[in-house]
């Protein structure tokens, strides 16, 4: 297991790919391993504090992290547990493996993932398994819960996989969905705008789109583009 | 001053073919052994190794609101980090490289000029100041005269004397280097929602017709005797059963002679040349095409080669951009330039599994290697049918039957149905890929300079760790594809830029323009500029590029 604490307080953002993969490296090369403070490349040990317990596939980072950004891009196995809030683009490329949050998730949280499992005890923002700009699909697999609270555009484009949100959610969720399920226990604002596929549950409010049509158990669309997606209520 | 011992020289334009001799250079020049001090010079060693003339790109869009609209439009394109910055720029871009990418990448491939295939003339400021950020390799820009208005105009009233006037007008305020044509007539067509279908089409509101336009262009440009001819991207394109427009438009220029060169270059090809009726029955038109470009000693023509993986098609073809958009459901981006042309823009993968995909990759090998190699130029029309830096693969497929039948395993097998490809036995020498890359597209675009290592050639050299007596590029395909990627050297006007496929320096090339005012009389469309000013946005004094605008330019001019 290794454990990282920042040093100090980061006044720009830092940009670290940091995998479990790590805690079975050397020591030094763990110490030398490349990351960004704002413009400046930097190695792991001149921003955290470097602790190995055992030789577990486990990556324990203690402290506030928001400003650190791509925590767990990636991954394929192994665990992350982030004892703080963290920064944005966290499990983006997630391949397999677990990433628990006992704090706040920025933006782009799983986006684009294909496997594995995020959990994140606070809440999360925007964006939450997309694609990224420009990209055609979104999350395709795997499993995002967020015990809290999340923000706008959740699950754009997603394919695949399932993101569970306990709280409320803001605007624009399941946006060009394709597949997979989003639930969202609380109240959201606009759903399955241009969905294709996939299904979207809804416990609180929510606004429908004029351009769902009602269906037995809840109401499918989006019919713009003949889509076969659905939206129900629980 | 440079010594390249020992080199193989393959050198086409001088009839030179794996011979072993040394070159120098001075000034960023070649020159004769006599003409150096051997005490002063760097020397270079270039045993049992290739030496070849800088690679020369006379067809790519690398710069202009096209290719800048398509970054924008494509930000994951911009994911993919090349360099970041050091002692040189930061580089990036998948396939729709940044500006400092497109001169570094050019250079890592061994390649030292690049022209820019379409510029909007209302754009060409703006052309310019990307060129100018293109570091290493010389350049140019060919600015789209097809829907412009005047010549439309001209052409309706016959008036050969004032279209000559508007194209030298046109070349030196566009600081341009020759006339490009795009689907003729059919793009103005387009501006009413509509295009050309054949080369008799009228355009709406002009009386004129492809046809019209296109032999008059031509005239024209043959009695300005412009280093460059005509460079045409024909009517239909993208459209099967397109070829026959294709061979059609040739034979426009049948019985017309020029001593230096080809009176007419048809562009990217491959996406012209489609047999069949629909896309159900789409088929290749090649064999047809390289038949007549064959027996005309005349025209030439750029394959325009679709590679496998991620491209963005980019034209000034407005209208067929629509359709490739509406045909594949992805981003389109419009973008008109007042009444001079228009372009789209649409983002596109070529899957090896998609049967036209394959087709249209099929068929630009088949123009390369059915039409002979001093008629037929290496190109990708990049972006349009993916990325330059994949050159290497087509000079290794051009040149191996054994490398084509591995690929052609990996293909969706509407190609053994819909083209000859598998039973072309055809291997290009390493000889005739040079002439495909170098000397010919140098003389293509009438560039003396280029493509060549004679005295007197810029000093734009590649250097490879090919020793041609060893490699049989047949069997050896992997290593002519792995060490084109790699020189050992580029040389660029005698500098040396890249060292073992890395860039090492940083130079700025030229950028080439023509000046033909001296052959007409600028005069006699002076009535005719200032009442076209007037539907313009832009005022006549504030319109086109001065000198003092451009980083390096080089003015051409013509007598
Ligand atoms: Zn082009």
């Given amino acids: 297991m290794l454990i990282l604490k920042p040093k100090f307080e980061f006044e720009v953002s830092v940009e670290a790919e940091l995998t479990p993969d790590l805690a079975e490296k050397g020591l030094e090369e763990i110490r030398s391993f490349k990351v960004w403070y704002g413009k400046l490349e930097k190695s792991l040990e001149e921003l955290f504090e470097i602790e190995m317990q055992g030789d577990e596939k486990k990556l324990v980072l203690d402290g506030d992290f928001s400003k650190v950004k791509w925590i767990g891009a990636g991954m394929s196995e192994g665990e992350i547990v982030v004892k703080g809030n963290v920064g944005a683009n966290c499990g983006a490329y997630m391949k397999g493996g677990r990433i628990v949050i006992e704090g706040n998730a920025d933006d782009w949280l799983g986006a684009e993932m294909k496997d594995g499992e995020i959990v994140v005890k606070g809440n999360a923002k925007n964006l939450i398994g997309c694609a990224y700009y420009g990209d055609v699909t979104g999350m395709q697999g795997g499993g995002i819960t967020i015990e809290g609270n999340a923000g706008n555009y959740i699950g754009e484009k997603m394919a695949g996989g399932v993101i569970e949100i306990k709280g409320s959610a803001g605007d624009f969720i399941g946006t060009e969905m394709k597949g997979g399920e989003i639930v969202i226990h609380g109240d959201c604002g606009f759903v399955g705008g241009d969905m294709k596929g996939g299904i979207i549950k809804i416990g609180g409010n929510f606004d429908l789109l004029p351009t769902f049509r009602k269906a037995e158990d809840g109401w499918v669309g989006d019919v713009l583009v003949n889509g076969e997606g659905k939206i129900v209520k629980i | ?559």
């Fill in chain 2, 1 to 559: 001053m440079l010594w390249i011992k020992n080199g193989i020289v393959i050198d086409p334009k001088n009839g030179i073919d794996g011979e072993k001799m040394d070159i120098f250079v001075k000034d960023g020049k070649i020159v004769e052994e006599s003409e150096v001090n051997k005490n002063e010079c760097q020397v270079i060693d270039a045993n049992n190794k290739l030496v070849l003339a800088g690679g020369v790109d006379m067809h790519a869009h690398i710069a202009g609101s096209k290719i800048n609209t398509g970054r924008t439009m494509r930000p994951e394109e911009m994911r993919i980090v090349r360099q970041t910055a050091g002692k040189l720029r930061a580089s990036m871009g998948r396939v729709l490289l940044t500006s400092p990418a497109i001169g570094y990448e050019y250079a890592k491939i061994g390649y030292t000029t690049a022209v820019e295939a379409a510029s909007p003339p209302i754009g060409s400021p703006h052309t310019h100041e990307e060129l100018d950020a293109i570091p290493v390799v010389d350049k140019a820009a060919l600015p789209v005269f097809g829907n412009w208005h005047p010549v439309f105009k001209f052409t309706a009233e016959k008036d050969r004397e004032k279209l000559k006037a508007f194209i030298a007008w046109a070349l030196e305020r566009t600081k341009g280097f020759g006339v490009k044509v795009v689907n003729p007539g059919g793009v103005e067509a387009w501006m009413y929602g509509g295009n050309v279908r054949s080369l008799d089409d009228e355009v709406p509101n002009f009386g004129v017709t492809p046809r019209e336009i296109i032999t008059e262009l031509v005239k024209a440009n043959e009695e300005l005797n412009l280093p460059h001819s005509v460079h045409l991207h024909c009517n239909n394109l993208g459209v099967p059963g397109n070829y026959q427009t294709t061979i059609e438009t040739m034979k426009l220029v049948s019985g017309m002679k020029n001593d230096d060169r080809q009176v007419l270059h048809v562009t990217h090809v491959q996406f012209n040349a489609y047999a069949g009726s629909s896309w159900r029955d789409v088929a290749s038109g090649a064999e047809e095409i390289a038949k007549v470009v064959n027996s005309m000693d005349n025209v030439t023509i750029d394959m325009g080669q679709p590679i496998f993986g991620h491209a963005t098609a980019m034209t000034g073809d407005a209208p067929f951009q629509f359709t490739l958009h509406k045909l594949t459901g992805a981003r389109w981006s419009n973008k008109d330039s007042e009444i001079e042309g228009g372009a789209g823009i649409v983002p596109i993968v070529y899957l090896p599994k998609n049967p036209v995909h394959a087709l249209q990759w099929a068929i630009g090998l088949e123009l390369g290697l059915l039409v002979d190699s001093d008629k037929v130029v290496l190109s990708t029309d990049y972006p349009n049918g993916g990325p330059y830096t994949e050159y290497p693969y087509i000079m290794a497929m051009l040149m191996s039957k054994r490398m084509r039948e591995k690929e052609l395993e990996r293909v969706s097998p509407y190609v053994q149905k819909a083209t000859s490809l598998a039973a072309i036995d055809v291997e290009k020498t390493l000889y005739e890929v040079v002439q495909m890359t170098r000397s010919l597209p140098a003389r293509v675009l009438g560039l003396e300079n280029k493509g060549h290592l004679g005295v007197g050639a810029d000093a734009d050299i590649a250097i490879y760790n090919i020793n041609p007596a060893e490699v049989d590029p047949s069997a050896q395909y992997d290593v002519i594809n792995a060490e084109f990627r790699r020189p050992v050297y580029t040389i660029k006007g005698g500098e040396v830029v890249v060292r073992d496929g890395a860039i090492v320096a940083e130079t700025w090339g030229r950028t080439y323009w023509v000046d033909a005012r001296k052959k007409v009389d600028m005069q006699a469309i002076d009535e005719d500029l200032n009442s076209f000013f007037e539907y313009y946005s832009v005022e006549r004094r504030n319109y086109g590029v001065d000198d003092y605008w451009m980083r390096s330019p080089e003015r051409l001019e013509v007598n």
